[in-house]
T-cell receptor, first 115, second 114 residues
């Protein structure tokens, strides 16, 4: 699969579990993003990484912990989540944090269900 | 704070009819605006950018700074246009709290009936 790859595609976890979402891109992009897509809200930006440095934390609860070991990989570590955290989590990447010419490339998302 | 508003959550038209998906933004600087589309069971993908003034799949969108709008239009809708459409805004200048954030509207579900 080319573009932005997210794994797993689906995840069901209990509120006491710890899990991680993975995102990978080999597009030569320097910026990566986590978005949350829930049924009743617009796409919510969670985290932004430019050149592996976190440049944005959009008031996300600490039970979500991002990690960007290099410019091609992005993780979202999850622990003690709540049922309202159930949503589609989308990863995206862009060139140098500026989507003006290229836009964002999105992954297919991870459908997370917290039980 | 910057905001993108798509007033219509649902829009239904018949095949061959014109379609317009509305988008308004609130930002005092020079905006960069986009339309993204998400077809059923597919990933969110870029449809068009205002900066390139292009027509993609018959869709066009004109930036109207006076009305702060970026409506998406197509003169003759096709069934395959049925999808979720998101308008998105990116502040074009560095500085401030909005830099680096692509902000999406709530989305409009377009259904084109045969």
């Amino acid at each position: 699969e080319t573009g932005v790859t997210q794994t797993p595609r689906h995840l069901v976890m209990g509120m006491t579990n710890k899990k991680s979402l993975k995102c990978e891109q080999h597009l030569g992009h320097n910026a990566m993003y986590w978005y949350k897509q829930s049924a009743k809200k617009p796409l919510e930006l969670m985290f932004v990484y430019n050149f592996k440095e976190q440049t944005e934390n959009n008031s996300v609860p600490s039970r979500f912990s991002p990690e960007c070991p290099n410019s091609s990989h992005l993780f979202l570590h999850l622990h003690t989540l709540q049922p309202e955290d159930s949503a589609l989590y989308l990863c995206a990447s862009s060139r140098e944090g500026r989507p003006a010419n290229y836009g964002y490339t999105f992954g297919s998302g991870t459908r997370l269900t917290v039980v | 704070a910057q905001r993108v508003t798509q007033p219509e959550k649902l829009l239904s038209v018949f095949k061959g009819a014109p379609v317009e998906l509305k988008c308004n933004y609130s930002y005092s600087g020079s905006p960069e605006l986009f339309w993204y589309v998400q077809y059923s069971r597919q990933r969110l993908q870029l449809l068009l950018r205002h900066i390139s003034r292009e027509s993609i799949k018959g869709f066009t969108a004109d930036l109207n700074k006076g009305e702060t709008s970026f409506h998406l239009k197509k003169p003759f809708a096709q069934e395959e246009d049925s999808a979720m459409y998101y308008c998105a805004h990116y502040p074009s200048r560095a500085g401030g709290t909005s830099y680096g954030k692509l902000t999406f509207g709530q989305g409009t579900i377009l259904t084109v009936h045969p």
